[in-house]
């Protein structure tokens, strides 16, 4: 659960897992927190394979074989270093604790002496500069930072570029490609909206020092949704994977009403056009990864 509060952001759970010790509670948390960080590193990874798929197809033995463990090492690097950050720099003290103490004996009737969290306290209350967690939230901030700054660059070139490689395309795959961008456009919209924003809002509210008190773990929530979000905005872009979903729906019912539901054929789509679908679905696929 997170929780802002004035000038704190505060990461905390209120139980611990099998009655554990509190320093194991802060070093199962520090981990789940750092997954968050993996897994926004993991969909970074994802447009470089786009990126390369379509302009530097060479490169796309980086991703075969053993060869895309160096990838998983990439997002879990990412993964320790917000993990280390938050259970060094984000340690509880007198102070953070002090700072704190009402606002959660209030909201959540707990002590914070006991509870396990991590917090980090922009500002003090006569207003001096807490360092300590300055540097909890810049160093985490920074790994959301790269990961977007990777997600911007390969969606722009591929935007700037797409256009000219059409062109050397047949007539089906640059529809296929048309599609793809419309795509590209969804998934970096999506994960600024359902990822990035969220979390820098929370990161960035304490600075200001507003009067605030409310949990914001919810916003996290939204991470859980994107891969469902991101998959069915595909699903409904890419016109092949469309026409096999429904291909597949009619299938099933036809099979379920013994043949009374005849086979259905999208509208302005023939039969013979049916047999390329599979084809055209594959080569989306390899983009898209």
Request: charged share 15%; glycine share 4%; hydrophobic share 50%.
């Amino acid at each position: 659960m997170t929780h802002n509060y004035n000038a704190s952001f505060v990461f905390f759970s209120l139980t611990r897992p099998f009655n554990c010790s509190k320093e194991l509670a802060k070093i199962l948390l520090v981990t789940y927190s750092g997954t968050y960080a993996m897994t926004i590193s993991l969909i970074a990874v994802q447009f470089i394979y786009r990126y390369w798929a379509i302009f530097h197809q060479k490169r796309i033995k980086f991703f075969k074989g053993g060869k895309i463990f160096l990838w998983i090492l990439f997002s879990a690097y990412f993964m320790f270093d917000w993990a280390a950050s938050v259970y060094f720099l984000g340690v509880e003290n007198d102070n953070s604790n002090a700072y704190i103490f009402l606002e959660f004996l209030e909201n959540y009737n707990v002590d914070v002496r006991t509870l396990t969290h991590f917090a980090a306290i922009i500002y003090d209350l006569d207003w001096n500069i807490n360092w300590m967690g300055v540097s909890t939230m810049a160093s985490v901030s920074k790994n959301v930072i790269i990961q977007y700054v990777i997600i911007i660059y390969c969606g722009l070139i591929m935007h700037l570029k797409m256009g000219e490689k059409m062109k050397k395309f047949s007539m089906t795959n640059q529809r296929v490609h048309r599609q793809l961008f419309k795509t590209l456009v969804v998934q970096i919209t999506l994960p600024t909206f359902l990822i990035f924003l969220p979390v820098m809002s929370m990161f960035i509210l304490p600075f200001f020092n507003l009067k605030i008190s409310f949990p914001t773990g919810f916003l996290l929530c939204s991470l859980s949704i994107y891969p469902a979000i991101d998959g069915i905005a595909v699903m409904y872009i890419i016109t092949d994977y469309r026409y096999a979903i429904q291909s597949y729906i009619h299938k099933s019912l036809r099979f379920l009403t013994f043949n009374r539901i005849a086979i259905y054929v999208p509208e302005n789509q023939s039969v013979n056009e049916t047999s390329q679908i599979k084809k055209r679905t594959s080569h989306a696929s390899n983009v898209l990864g």
